[in-house]
């Protein structure tokens, strides 16, 4: 089942400061487990709120956030990179990446003009 995602983060992802690059890999935070931690803990919603926010049920949201949770801990504790990947998620709205400067930004769909609005290039990707 796909979650809405109001927005996609605003980072590809975040490196522990001061240590060195680790070979197990980095820890992938879903854009939908993302949403869970910016509306229960940064929004401050509960988890009523959220779920319909989010378009699914209570007990799912709440899992969604634990292993959010999970993830970070995770991250932290074992000195980690976090990046984030698209999971199962919709955009509430038509959002783009510029592969330049790396901005999201959303359009009206009535809007024609396919650039970057703060780099202006036109080297921009559908974020769906």
Known sequence: MLRKVVAPPGFKGY??????????????????????????????????????????????????????????????????????VYGNAWMDGNWFLCVSCQARFTMPVTVNEKACPLCRSERI???K
């Open 15 to 84: 490196r522990p400061f001061g240590s060195p690059e680790r070979e197990e890999g980095c820890v992938e935070l879903l854009y939908e487990e993302y949403e869970a931690l910016k509306l229960a803990d940064y929004e401050m919603m509960n988890h009523q709120e959220a779920s319909r926010l989010m378009g699914i049920s209570r007990p799912t949201f709440a899992r969604i956030y634990e292993s959010a949770r999970q993830k970070i801990a995770k991250a932290l504790v074992e000195t980690r990179e976090i990046r984030t």
């Open 125 to 127: 990707e559908s974020v």
